[in-house]
């Protein structure tokens, strides 16, 4: 490895990578643009400012929709509206609702009254006939209400109706079958010169052509996101049928300023008369420059408008948007700024940005400033960084990676210049990798971080725990000796390494201790082991009890543990060998579970006896519906045993996987049940320190068992333990992994991330090795669920937030809160759909 690594000079080391990110950065590398999106959504929460704009929203809101009824709001209000804003003097009105001809308003009550009109036409004998037909006849023009908003549409003369585009090809064929040829489509469109890169629509949804015919102005309502879900720009123009249709927020600002779309020209961005210009990027869309996390433009309640509460001077002059506003009530978007823009807030930025001029840009020769600042950090990390002390490299790459980013900080704060900071970051951050390791490959450098020796100690303590000492202290050679917590973890490994009799390789670790200086005597301690030798140390073989049941299971003998029946091996556990069994006084069949004596010290045996019987008790008092019952617990052969319910069905580990997973409302059942039974067992003094979906058993009549309470408990004493306390490493709390003492709480940690596992088929920590799981439970955030699954209940995300918090102190105190937020959750998804089965 080191003659391999002595041949790469640092040059190409370094060059490798910037060529590979180079590339990347010429194909727009998807991984690399996630990167590239999060230092952007950064820039843009500095660049928020205060703004004068022209726009005003009337927001149909929450109080609007449970006083006027729910959407649609019938278009008689709508039509009042127009006429108000209207007699306000507002310049130019935007209704931001798609009225398409599958939303007309004649409903059943219209249809069946034109039904009766044409049975009387068809007969209209007497005077009180022509009566009824009159009366008909007006009741119809009362209840049709589109010509009513078509007609304030008209009057108004400034109104602008948003169309709407297919962008994939899922399109029904009689929206694709020919290209729009209406008037009013015309007049809102220009025929392409084939110039320029535009967003290209596959079907177009039309307003109902009695409102488009008098509308000023159409332009589509599409909101468009980036490749990871947010919104940072709008497509001006959207190319459908040879054809540029202009957007929503560009009409209104054509229309606020006397333009059509007629007199727009297409020359690297878009420029019309009236200092009107919209900088484009290379895939026709428009960066947009979010002024802050709340709208920029004055917002008013559509019922507080309607009765005349808001001055008429608010809006004299004004783009006014009418549009959903209510939680809940249609599309939100995420934003660099906040992940609940509705639509009609993103359109009021738009019209803003193109008419203040607020623009972020990102010129084509950019790229071609970019390029030559990775060949320079290529330069850096390949010829000034190998000749300098890995600390002074260090300081020199994050001076100069410093350094770089206010740059490109300061050109997106001041000017608006999108420099995709990140890859040159990546050339100069991966090189420098490259080159150190190339280094450390070549023993060009000793150092040991920090980090990595926590890192090592964190394993080691883990192996140690699970008593694979030769393992732990290979672990611990890698931490600093100068540490004093790194001696003494060795020195108590040394210990270790006597109680089980193997002197050789305590005298090992002693001498690796000491060639840093001597500690707790430990000279003279080596001088004493060194005459003594080692001990053998004697193989591990089957109890005598386990191979006599085991021979007398093959002679066909009936074997026995107590009055139980032995009839064959079921498996093996943590504690030993689990065999199935039948009381024969009752006839009943049983799990019969042994405790290993195995690894344990002799000294410890009966220490380890007297706890098993005491924790099998304290667990036998369990009396709940969704714990397993424990029948009796004694010994025989030399073989603790227990006898305990014979469950049959599956544990949970079968549904963890994606493709496997429970319906939502099974899983929440799931956690109401071991909810309770936790809750009940922590009432009563016992913890059970290992919950996870192996020892959650459901059963084939649907019922839940939680399975091994005070197991853990046992086995955490029975072996030689550190600072670390067993139990399964995803699933143990903080406090576990810290080697703390744990009580209730605990167990709703894990129960938190069963509960995240069964929702979303994967685990809310994950590590490439233990100590990378571990370090990532003790001190980072879990996976955000939303970004999992969206469709998961937000009370429920909650919930899990909660159990999965780092402190215990701020989890539920104690199971019956679980279970309350969980009825309280069910309350309020009662009056909305749940996620749809999984």
Same mark, same amino acid.
């Given at each position: ?23 990347a950065?010429?194909f ?6 996630k ?8 820039r843009?929460?500095l660049?928020?400012?205060?703004v004068?704009? &022209?726009?005003v ?12 009824g729910p ?9 009042e509206?127009?006429?108000?804003l ?10 931001g609702?798609?009225y ?12 069946a ?6 049975k009387?036409d ?5 005077p ?6 009159k ?5 119809? %023009?009362s ?9 304030a549409?008209?009057?108004s003369?400034?109104v ?5 585009f297919y962008l994939?090809d ?15 489509v015309?007049?809102?469109?220009v025929k ?8 290209t629509?596959?079907g177009?949804?039309?307003p ?7 509308? +000023?102005?159409l332009? +589509?309502?599409?909101?468009?996101p980036?490749?990871d879900?947010?919104?940072r720009?709008?497509?001006? @123009?959207?190319l ?11 009409q ?15 020359i ?5 008369a ?13 960066l ?5 996390k ?14 005349g ?11 006014v ?6 939680d809940?009530?249609g ?10 823009y ?6 009021a930025?738009a ?5 203040n001029?607020? %623009?972020?840009t990102? &010129? ?9 600042v ?10 000034l960084?190998?000749?300098v ?7 020199i790459a994050?001076?100069? @990676?410093i350094?770089?980013g ?7 704060y ?13 050339v ?8 150190v ?6 023993g ?15 394993l ?9 000492l ?8 890698k ?6 917590t790194?001696?003494?973890l060795?020195?108590n @490994?040394?210990?270790d ?15 690796h201790?000491?060639?840093a200086?001597d ?7 080596l001088?004493k ?21 085991m ?13 139980y ?8 556990g ?5 065999f199935?069994?039948k009381?024969?006084k ?21 220490e ?9 008790e ?5 009396? %709940?519906p969704?714990?397993?019952r ?24 079968r549904y963890c ?15 109401t049940r071991v ?6 067992? +922590?009432?009563n003094?016992?913890? %059970?320190?290992?919950i ?7 059963l ?11 197991i ?7 072996k ?23 009580d209730?709480?605990s ?11 069964l929702?979303?088929?994967e ?5 490439d ?8 439970i ?6 955000p669920?939303k970004?999992?699954?969206p469709?998961? &209940? ?6 899990i ?22 009825n309280?959750c ?6 909305r759909?749940?996620?749809?089965a999984?």
């Open positions: 490895m080191k003659t391999a690594a002595r041949k790469i000079p640092d040059w190409a080391a370094g060059g490798v990578v910037a060529l590979l990110v180079m590339l950065l010429a727009d590398w998807s991984s690399f643009m990167l590239e999106y999060l230092t952007y959504d950064l843009s929460t660049r928020q400012k205060k004068s704009t &022209p726009v929203i009337v927001g149909v809101d929450e109080v609007t929709i449970e006083k006027l959407l649609p709001l019938p278009r008689t209000y709508m039509a509206m127009v006429r108000k209207r007699e306000y003097e507002a310049k130019t009105i935007g209704v609702f798609i398409s001809k599958s939303e007309s308003e004649n409903d059943r009550g219209l249809s009254l034109r039904e009766i009109m044409g009387i068809k007969d209209p004998t007497t009180r006939v022509a009566g009824i037909q009366a008909l006849v007006e009741a119809e %023009h209840l049709n209400t589109d010509p009513v908003f078509a007609g549409i008209e009057n003369k400034n602008v109706l948003p169309l709407s994939t899922n399109v029904a064929a009689e929206e694709d079958a020919k290209p729009p040829t209406a008037d009013y015309m007049k809102n469109s392409t010169d084939g110039k320029g890169t535009f967003l629509a596959r177009i949804v039309l109902i052509r009695e409102f488009a015919d008098k509308a +000023h102005a332009g +589509h309502l599409n909101i468009v980036d490749s879900g947010i919104v720009s709008e497509p001006p @123009l959207i459908y049928k040879d054809r540029l249709f202009p957007s929503f927020a560009f209104l600002a054509l229309a606020y300023k006397g333009l059509g779309i007629s007199e727009i020209t297409i690297g961005g878009i420029k019309a009236k200092a009107l210009t919209i900088p484009l990027d290379k895939s026709g869309r428009m947009i420059s979010y002024t802050g709340a709208s920029s433009s004055p917002y008013y309640s559509f019922l507080d408008v309607m009765n509460k808001i001055p008429a001077a608010m809006f004299k002059d004004k783009i948007l009418v549009g959903l506003t209510a809940g009530g599309a939100v978007n995420k934003t660099p700024l906040r992940s609940n509705n639509n009609i807030e993103i359109v930025q019209v803003e940005n193109i008419l001029s607020n %623009h972020i990102r &010129p084509w020769w950019l790229t071609y400033v970019e390029l030559p990775m060949l320079l950090f290529w330069g850096i990390i390949a010829f960084i190998p000749r002390k890995t600390v002074a490299g260090a300081v994050g001076v100069v @990676l350094a770089w206010i740059i490109c900080i300061y050109l997106f001041s000017q608006g210049l999108w420099v995709k900071m990140s890859y040159p970051a990546l100069l951050f991966f090189g420098y990798i490259a080159v390791s190339r280094q450390l490959l070549l060009e450098d000793k150092t040991t971080s920090a980090d990595t020796s926590e890192t090592n100690k964190m080691g303590l883990s192996l140690q725990g699970q008593g694979q030769d393992a732990a202290f290979e672990k611990f050679r931490c600093r000796l100068e540490d004093a790194t001696r003494e060795l020195y @490994l040394g210990q390494f006597e109680q089980k009799g193997m002197q050789s390789k305590a005298q090992a670790v002693y001498e201790i000491i060639s200086g500690y707790k005597g430990l000279s003279d301690k001088k082991l060194k005459t003594t030798g080692e001990k053998a140390a004697p193989a591990v073989q089957p109890q005598e009890s386990e191979a006599t049941i021979m007398m299971e093959g002679t066909g003998t009936k074997s026995t543990l107590g009055r029946e032995v009839l064959r091996e079921l498996g093996r943590a504690m030993g060998v689990v199935l069994g009381d024969p009752i006839n009943r069949d049983v799990a019969i579970k042994t405790l290993s004596y195995d690894e344990i010290d002799s000294e410890q045996i009966v380890i006896k007297t706890r098993f019987f005491r924790e099998a304290a667990a036998g008092k369990l009396s %709940h969704n714990i397993v424990v029948y009796d617990v004694g010994e025989d052969k030399n073989v603790a045993y227990m006898a305990m319910e014979l469950l049959e069905g599956t544990d949970l580990a996987a994606k493709d496997s997973r429970l319906p939502f409302g099974e899983v929440l059942r799931v956690v909810g309770e039974a936790l809750d009940y067992a +922590h009432q003094g016992v913890v %059970h320190r290992d996870k979906p192996a020892n959650i058993m459901l084939n009549n649907k019922e839940l068992r939680v399975t091994d309470f005070g853990a408990r046992v086995m955490e004493s029975s030689t333990q550190t600072g670390m306390v067993l139990g399964t490493p995803s699933y143990m709390s903080p406090e576990q992994i810290a080697g703390r003492k744990v209730g709480r167990d709703l940690f894990s129960l938190g991330v069963v509960f995240f596992e929702l979303l088929g685990r809310p920590f994950k590590g090795s233990i100590a990378t799981l571990m370090y990532n003790t001190s980072t955030p879990p996976t669920i970004k999992i699954e469709r998961i &209940p937000n009370c429920v995300v909650e919930i937030d909660k159990l999965l918090q780092k402190n215990a102190e701020d989890r539920y105190s104690r199971g019956k809160d679980l279970l309350d937020a969980i309280k069910k309350k309020t998804l009662v009056k759909p749940a996620p749809p999984q």
